[in-house]
């Protein structure tokens, strides 16, 4: 249990400068939204495409709640 909590919170730290170390940039891959989605799910939301967003950048998709 431990260590899915840790796998978790790397996820999320990997996320918040994914943007800024990764070669793909801002472009959401199927890596990037499996782990963008389960950070949402570890906080009780869900991963959804902003109204006004891109689906092919993650700055298109914010964590809402359900």
């Known amino acids: 249990m431990r260590l899915a909590l840790v796998i978790c919170l790397s996820a999320a730290g990997l996320l ?7 070669p793909n940039g801002d472009v959401a ?4 939204l499996r782990l963008a989605r389960e ?11 902003r109204p006004d967003g891109n689906e092919r950048r993650m700055s ?6 359900r």
């Open 16 to 22: 918040a400068s994914a943007c800024a170390s990764t």
């Open 29 to 32: 891959t199927y890596d990037t």
């Open 39 to 49: 950070e949402c799910r570890s906080q009780g939301k869900d991963l959804v495409l």
């Open 60 to 65: 298109g998709y914010e964590c809402k709640g």
